[in-house]
């Protein structure tokens, strides 16, 4: 009895072949279920968010950037040249401010001939027929120069006198503050 051998290797190698055979369909069949899936969710997918929208609305997006890029660069030189304008306007000199302060330093019975301001300096030329006015209003300039609120110093370049008309005229020239 123990020699009589009851399975036959054939029907083991056909139990393997519709085994591998059974594996194979399944695996054929979960394939077949994946590509059904994902065209199906691709298809929903396009139903519900065309590309076309998705498109057009990337476009509006960037459109709308460039423009508030265009005003934000716009919003930034004016800010910037703002900044710079309120740096120059606080470095520079109050000019009329000096020449109101020179100018009422001069006494009534002097006049001023002529005058050059530029941005270091003040020169003027006064004239008037009396040396003790002349001797008020150099007074008056050393005094506003040893303040050094307006002018640094004083120097006084030329005192002359015209003979024909009797005036005295002094050239000066100050240092700006």
């Known amino acids: 009895m123990s ?12 139990e393997k072949e519709q085994k591998r055979l059974r594996i194979a369909k399944i695996a054929a ?13 691709i298809f929903v997918i396009n139903l519900t968010l065309p590309l076309n929208s998705i498109k057009n609305e ?6 709308n950037i460039a423009t508030v890029h265009k005003k934000l660069v716009q919003y930034y030189l004016i ?22 302060a020179l100018l009422n330093t001069v006494p009534s019975e002097l006049s001023v001939s002529s005058m050059q301001v530029d941005a270091k300096s003040v020169s003027f030329i006064v004239s008037g027929g009396s040396l003790i006015s ?4 150099i007074d008056d300039l050393t005094v506003l120069s040893t303040q050094k609120k307006i002018i640094k110093n004083v120097v006084m370049q030329n005192l002359s006198l015209d003979v024909r008309s009797g005036n005295y005229s ?8």
């Open 58 to 63: 990337e476009a509006a997006t960037l459109s």
């Open 29 to 41: 069949f979960a394939a077949m279920f994946l590509v059904v899936i994902t065209a199906v969710l």
């Open 134 to 137: 002349m001797n008020k209003f």
């Open 79 to 100: 800010e910037d040249r703002t900044n710079n304008l309120a740096n120059v306007i606080l470095q520079r000199k109050d000019i009329p401010g000096i020449v109101d």
């Open 170 to 177: 002094v050239s000066i020239q100050a240092e700006v503050e």
């Open 3 to 14: 020699s009589i051998n009851l399975v036959s290797p054939k029907n083991e190698e056909l």
